[in-house]
């Protein structure tokens, strides 16, 4: 007979402790995850997920008994959190900051499968990016964020932005625009929105909406410029989503946005070989954002709508 498994196990991490519980159970039946594979997931992809979470108010959604099952918004620490989870009063709630491995792997471990973060750090009131969100009825027609993803990287190329994109781990895609820091205000930052959704729509009809009913878009992709705003949250680079098939927002190179290109191409199990074979594709993210050109273009747009 074979030793009975664990149910509690207490790992050194960084010099803290941080305690792993029924390591067996299962997470994404359909996939077979079990919970020490999400932990040592966290672990691999830290280095590439701290940076967004660094500083930022958390939202997190936990499955209490794995993904399709019921799950829960988390805005507030709890009482319980270790010593080494940070947190920022916002707005009378006191959010976790997930700024190292020890709190990553406890919130693992508290099965928080999708970490949701603001577009601005803590202790400013500043974007630090634009995300527009191209959100397609269902994953069948995905190529409607590939196609609107294609069209918006033409325009900001013209304008000499450095454009970045992942998929949203569900049936869309994201499009990141970095910002000089503390420089551009979410009033702003809508300008630009505003101008590509309508660009886009202008251009497709047929393809693009902005209708925020979901029962009037018909088959459109929803260009979602509005969810960029103050108080608003946006799915983390290589977050894991709460679906059955433990698909991650995967960041990919601009080359790979192609008619081949597919929503569940990116499951949580081939992430950490993606990234030792081909890179990250998100790597310069914080290093461009001072060299982007984008306070002229919102001078002209200001001048545009006067």
Known sequence: ?????????????????????????????ERNIVKVEYMNYLTQMAPYM??????????????????????????????????YVLTVKEEDINYIVCNNLPTLLWLGNQLAFEFHIPYRPSGTRYPSEIV?????PSRNEFQLSVEAALMIKEICDRLNLVTFIKTSGNKGMQIYIPLPTDQVTFDESRLFTEFLAHYLIEREPQWFTVERLKKNRGNK???????????????????????????????????????SLKPDMFPLTTIHDRVKEIGDPFKDFFTINQKQPILPVLQALKEKSL
Request: glycine share 6%; proline share 10%.
């Open 1 to 29: 007979m074979g030793k009975p498994a664990k149910e509690q196990l207490n790992l050194q991490v960084n010099g803290e402790i941080v305690t792993l519980t029924s390591p067996d159970k299962p997470l994404w039946p």
């Open 50 to 83: 701290l940076p967004f979470l660094k500083n930022r108010a958390l939202t997190v959604i936990r499955y209490p008994h794995g993904a399709g099952d019921e799950r829960f918004y988390q805005k507030n620490c709890p009482d319980y959190a270790p010593q």
């Open 132 to 136: 527009m969100d191209l959100d397609p």
């Open 221 to 259: 992709c929803y260009i979602d410029y509005i969810q960029h705003a103050e108080g608003k949250t946006i799915i983390a680079p290589y977050s894991v989503r709460g679906n059955k098939d433990a698909l991650v927002a995967a960041p990919l190179y601009w080359r790979e946005v192609t008619q």
